[in-house]
């Protein structure tokens, strides 16, 4: 599995560890093979200065002082000087490019036909083949090391060189990240329906933009939301009024009167639509989370519609105390009830459970249930689908209302056909 960061800063801060660790391998790589040549040249001219000297001495020396002189360069230089066997099997130079190098300079500088060992039969150091009137010798020189070596100190150093520029590249990309964590945590107060307060404006002049464009965009909205509640606010209030001096004129027409029923059900209808208008436009941001027992509440709210004769039947388990806003999530009962009795007809079922660290709450009708492809768009405002569910009146602000509430609690609304018919709505409630 492989991992990627979620968010903009982990991303930004893997990226510029990836480029600078690319950086320090390709100066690594530049700085070997540059450094290469000059230090092959310098191994192979110190080793080949030994070889010609230790020649010129033996060969200027009498024979007789050869060995004490032999045995003097061992003593002093640590140089040592073998007869190479004709049947003597030479170990191939190591796979390095430092060392084909120094061979190669040394075979330039003394001949073609010179062999060239490392740490040959267990003896440790830069063996040289030297002829000798018509015998052939090794010189062993101590001391070189023609292999090339992994520069851990350079590793140490570029480690620290890594961990100092990250340091800087995460203040400076955490100075570019906060203008827009600030916006997401807006957005998401925004989607919630919460007050939000001015982005600031520092910064970079593009993020500026950014920000100022946000502000402007919350305050167009505030204004969008103002007229819009006075006016439905408004229209709400006046229809009221000739609905009380209608109500009050039908209750004055004769028992007998087949129309009476009919208006009586027709002007509860309206009350009820104006009723989801005051409830939709009042709204409920105002009031505060506190925990509280979900149970409680649900039996509370289906304790009303049992004692006005409607069939509400609960299945509630035990539950952890959730933090809640009691009138929000009153109202939000009280609408998926109505419009479960009003399009699914009764019995309603409210069930409750918890389930890993989340608490589902559950509000189940046996109506004909909702097409898939048009669950997204009942949650919006004004919208209904009476061909599916029903002809029950309605404003289509029931789903809406209840969406919205949950979206402040931090959870989701779900609609989900029951398999043996019937529609479910699903709360999801974070403990």
Known sequence: MIFRPQTLLARLMLLIALLLAAGQFAAFRLFDYFEREPRAMTVALQATS?????????????????????????????IRIYPIDLFEVVEPLPDDPLAQRVAANIRAALG????????????????????????EFWVVIPNIRIEHTFPWQWLGWGALILALSLAGAYFIAARINRPLRLLT?????????????KLPTDGVEDLQHVCQAFNEMTEALARLDTERTLLLAGVSHDLRTPLTRLRLAVEMLPEADNLRTG??????????????????????????????????????????????????????????????????MQRLLANLIDNAFNYGGGPVEISTAADQGKVLLS???????????????????????????????GSGLGLAIADRIAKMHGSTLQLLNRPEGGLEVRITLSC
């Open 363 to 393: 509000v189940t009708d046996h109506g004909p249930g909702i097409p898939e492809d048009e669950m997204p768009r009942l949650l919006r405002p004004f919208e209904r689908l009476d061909q599916a569910r029903g002809s029950g009146a």
């Open 185 to 197: 945590k807006a957005a998401d107060q925004l989607a919630k329906g919460e007050a939000v307060q």
């Open 263 to 328: 208006m009586v059900q027709d002007i509860e209808d309206m009350d009820g639509i104006i009723r989801q208008f005051l409830d939709f436009i009042r709204g409920i941001e105002g009031e505060s989370s506190s925990p509280g027992d979900l149970n409680t509440l649900v039996r509370s709210v289906a304790e009303r519609y049992q004692r006005s004769g409607k069939t509400v039947q609960l299945n509630l388990s035990n539950l952890p105390e959730i933090s809640l806003r009691p009138q929000a």
């Open 112 to 135: 073609n036909d010179t062999l060239v060992a490392y740490n040959h039969l267990g003896i440790s150091g830069l063996w040289v083949s030297l002829p000798i009137d018509d015998e």
């Open 50 to 78: 030994v070889v010609n000297l230790t020649k010129a001495a033996l060969l200027a020396a009498r024979e007789d002082r050869r060995l004490p002189l032999l045995q003097e360069l061992s003593q002093r230089e640590g």
